[in-house]
């Protein structure tokens, strides 16, 4: 690996003792990095001040301070833990129910030109309907259960993983095809080194949009008809007027979703090292 | 490693036409001629005279409007009947050079140990021992030119089907690559059909050089190169390879001339 190290080195065109300089530095100490995190800390600041100052209604916009309290008390009442468990259930159900066949469809999809225009119109008449006014007629077929609920998450996770997994095998390069065809590979070998492999990226792409997309409608339905969730901890909170609940309910569905792209974008690079290193 | 080839292939009144939405193309034209044995075949033509197609036809990758492809001696032993080196792209990014090298094997479902250590050999032979466990994107065009041209020969083909594999590369790199070629053809030897529009190339790896009119391709001329093997750059200067090489031209220059509607 020496060699490649220095072929970048010298195909680079900045010069090299500052690029040195750079690399030598911690991670901590880089611009890209305190940057953004000051500009952060100096807005929860000023938000901090205006609320207590009362320049901002503390009943509109409560201090971070105590919005971060009552997310401490929220954790160690146990109310958070039986909530977010409510939530991440049906997120992760919702996933596997609808994520899996758009995986298996996509794929086909994109690998049969046949299948793709027999079932092409289906998808496209139906994508952009916004699912969660699905809800009431899945609840009329389904009742009022939790299965409603994880059957609308599961349409929502569906399209976007169809849609990235069909896209992914349709961006191989026919070339891979013919070297697979010209080497004699059955269509087992044809699936598992050349059609799964190369539609990994954009496959994790999918899982990514559909793990949000499945958030979002978890969240959506438990808004509207849930007795445990995320959701119904937000509306309860604005029900009762009580702020500070709602924000901290907020935050922690933000960090859910932040953490579940951080997730995937780690989970994209162990499994795709071949794609990673060329972007960083 | 010699091994008797009894091989020989048979191109007859070979036509192929495209359909396209503009209506019928026709990309090659009454191709007639044969190869046998352990004989380097080079094939010129301008671009576009459908050499590419010709040899994806011989490789079973597509169907010919009309006429036949005979290929006698075939091996019972497993080993496939041609392995083609693509112009490029060909290896796959998300494979090491490793496993792009023994991807032949692995779809003959060789042993994962045993191909490894056949595809090890080879990728030193080619002189990429420490590059095994990289991936393409880590390496340069020329590299994985060569990680192609090893997974060919790995699979140990009757025949290779060569389609510019050096043509994106750069003049200096060509040279050392092709000599590299040769060096290995000449240890393995076996029948190779090699597509190339660089005469030089013809000349230097082909013991016959056939030349393709434009688009529709046929036949225009075939022109036996007399230097004995094994052969090297050197070869290159003599008068009777100078005076080949013009009589190429000569008659390719006409067929580039007319494909680019730019009068003798």
Same mark, same amino acid.
């Given at each position: 690996?020496a060699?490649?190290?220095?072929?970048?080195?010298?195909?680079?065109?900045?010069p090299?003792?500052?690029?040195?300089?750079?690399?030598?530095?911690?991670?901590?100490?880089?611009?890209?990095?305190?940057?953004?995190?000051s500009?952060?800390?100096?807005?929860?600041l000023?938000?901090?001040?205006?609320?207590?100052?009362?320049?901002?209604?503390?009943?509109?916009? $409560?201090?971070?301070?105590?919005?971060? *309290? #009552?997310?401490? !008390? %929220?954790? &160690?009442?146990?109310? @958070?833990?039986?909530?977010? +468990?409510?939530?991440?259930?049906?997120?992760?159900?919702?996933?596997?129910?609808?994520?899996?066949?758009?995986?298996?469809?996509?794929?086909?999809?994109?690998?049969?030109q046949?299948?793709?225009?027999?079932?092409?119109?289906?998808?496209?008449?139906?994508?952009?309907?916004?699912?969660?006014?699905?809800?009431?007629?899945?609840?009329?077929?389904?009742g009022?259960?939790?299965?409603?609920?994880?059957?609308?998450?599961?349409?929502?996770?569906?399209?976007?993983?169809?849609?990235?997994?069909?896209?992914?095998?349709?961006?191989?390069?026919?070339?891979?095809?013919?070297?697979?065809?010209?080497?004699?590979?059955s269509?087992?070998?044809?699936?598992?080194?050349?059609?799964? $492999?190369?539609?990994?990226?954009?496959? *994790? #792409?999918?899982? !990514? %949009?559909? &793990?949000?997309?499945? @958030?979002?409608?978890?969240? +959506?339905?438990?808004?509207?008809?849930?007795?445990?969730?995320?959701?119904?901890?937000?509306?309860?909170?604005?029900?009762?007027?009580?702020?500070?609940?709602?924000?901290?309910?907020?935050?922690?569905?933000?960090?859910?979703?932040?953490s579940?792209?951080?997730?995937?974008?780690?989970?994209?690079?162990?499994?795709?090292?071949?794609?990673?290193?060329?972007?960083? | 490693?010699?091994?008797?080839?009894?091989?020989?292939?048979?191109?007859?009144?070979?036509?192929?036409?495209?359909?396209?939405?503009?209506?019928?193309?026709?990309?090659?034209?009454?191709?007639?001629?044969?190869v046998?044995?352990?004989?380097?075949?080079?094939?010129?033509?301008?671009?576009?005279?459908?050499?590419?197609?010709?040899?994806?036809?011989?490789?079973?990758?597509?169907?010919?409007?009309?006429?036949?492809?005979?290929?006698?001696?075939?091996?019972?032993?497993?080993r496939?009947?041609?392995?083609?080196?693509?112009?490029?792209?060909?290896?796959?990014?998300?494979?090491?050079?490793?496993?792009?090298?023994?991807?032949?094997?692995?779809?003959?479902?060789?042993?994962?140990?045993?191909?490894?250590?056949?595809?090890?050999?080879?990728?030193?032979?080619?002189?990429?021992?420490?590059?095994?466990?990289?991936?393409?994107?880590?390496?340069?065009?020329?590299?994985?030119?060569?990680?192609?041209?090893?997974?060919?020969?790995?699979?140990?083909?009757?025949?290779?089907?060569?389609?510019?594999?050096?043509?994106?590369?750069?003049?200096?790199?060509?040279?050392?690559?092709?000599?590299?070629?040769?060096?290995?053809?000449?240890?393995?030897?076996?029948?190779?059909?090699?597509?190339?529009?660089?005469i030089?190339?013809?000349?230097?790896?082909?013991?016959?050089v056939?030349?393709?009119?434009?688009?529709?391709?046929?036949?225009?001329?075939?022109?036996?190169?007399?230097?004995?093997?094994?052969?090297?750059l050197?070869?290159?200067?003599?008068?009777?390879?100078?005076?080949?090489?013009?009589?190429?031209?000569?008659?390719?220059?006409?067929?580039?001339?007319?494909?680019?509607?730019?009068?003798?």
């Open positions: 690996m060699h490649l190290e220095d072929a970048r080195t010298r195909s680079a065109t900045e090299v003792d500052t690029r040195l300089k750079r690399s030598l530095r911690p991670a901590s100490m880089r611009l890209e990095w305190w940057l953004p995190a500009m952060f800390a100096a807005a929860m000023g938000w901090e001040w205006l609320s207590r100052s009362g320049r901002l209604s503390p009943l509109f916009f $409560p201090a971070p301070s105590v919005i971060t *309290l #009552t997310l401490v !008390r %929220l954790v &160690l009442s146990g109310k @958070l833990a039986s909530n977010l +468990a409510a939530t991440l259930t049906r997120v992760l159900l919702g996933l596997a129910l609808g994520g899996f066949p758009g995986l298996i469809l996509g794929l086909m999809m994109g690998w049969s046949r299948l793709r225009l027999i079932i092409d119109p289906f998808i496209a008449a139906a994508h952009p309907v916004p699912k969660i006014a699905l809800l009431p007629i899945i609840m009329i077929i389904f009022i259960g939790e299965s409603s609920k994880v059957i609308v998450v599961g349409v929502a996770a569906f399209f976007p993983m169809l849609l990235n997994a069909m896209a992914g095998v349709r961006q191989i390069s026919p070339i891979h095809f013919e070297v697979a065809q010209n080497y004699g590979a269509p087992l070998k044809v699936l598992t080194r050349v059609i799964v $492999p190369g539609s990994l990226p954009l496959v *994790l #792409t999918g899982a !990514r %949009l559909a &793990l949000n997309s499945a @958030l979002l409608l978890t969240i +959506a339905v438990e808004l509207v008809a849930a007795q445990k969730g995320l959701g119904v901890m937000v509306w309860f909170a604005w029900q009762t007027l009580r702020t500070e609940e709602l924000y901290a309910s907020v935050a922690v569905a933000a960090i859910l979703g932040a579940f792209n951080l997730l995937l974008q780690r989970l994209t690079a162990h499994l795709v090292p071949w794609q990673v290193e060329r972007e960083s | 490693m010699i091994s008797p080839n009894p091989m020989t292939l048979e191109c007859q009144r070979l036509c192929k036409e495209y359909r396209t939405r503009s209506g019928v193309v026709p990309a090659l034209e009454n191709m007639t001629f044969s046998a044995g352990q004989e380097f075949l080079c094939v010129v033509g301008p671009s576009g005279c459908g050499k590419t197609t010709l040899l994806k036809l011989i490789a079973g990758l597509l169907k010919p409007t009309s006429g036949r492809i005979i290929c006698d001696g075939a091996a019972a032993d497993g496939p009947g041609n392995a083609m080196v693509f112009q490029e792209h060909g290896v796959y990014p998300w494979m090491t050079v490793l496993d792009n090298v023994a991807f032949g094997l692995e779809m003959r479902g060789v042993g994962r140990r045993q191909r490894h250590d056949q595809a090890q050999a080879f990728i030193e032979r080619v002189g990429l021992a420490s590059f095994a466990h990289s991936y393409p994107h880590e390496l340069s065009v020329g590299m994985r030119q060569r990680v192609g041209i090893a997974r060919a020969f790995v699979a140990d083909p009757q025949m290779l089907l060569m389609d510019e594999p050096f043509g994106s590369l750069d003049a200096q790199t060509r040279l050392v690559l092709q000599e590299e070629l040769l060096r290995i053809w000449e240890d393995h030897q076996k029948l190779v059909i090699y597509v190339t529009h660089d030089e190339e013809a000349v230097l790896l082909g013991d016959r056939l030349v393709m009119t434009g688009r529709p391709g046929r036949v225009r001329e075939e022109i036996p190169i007399p230097v004995g093997r094994p052969r090297d050197s070869n290159m200067g003599r008068p009777d390879v100078m005076e080949i090489k013009w009589r190429i031209w000569k008659t390719l220059e006409h067929e580039v001339r007319q494909s680019l509607w730019i009068p003798d």
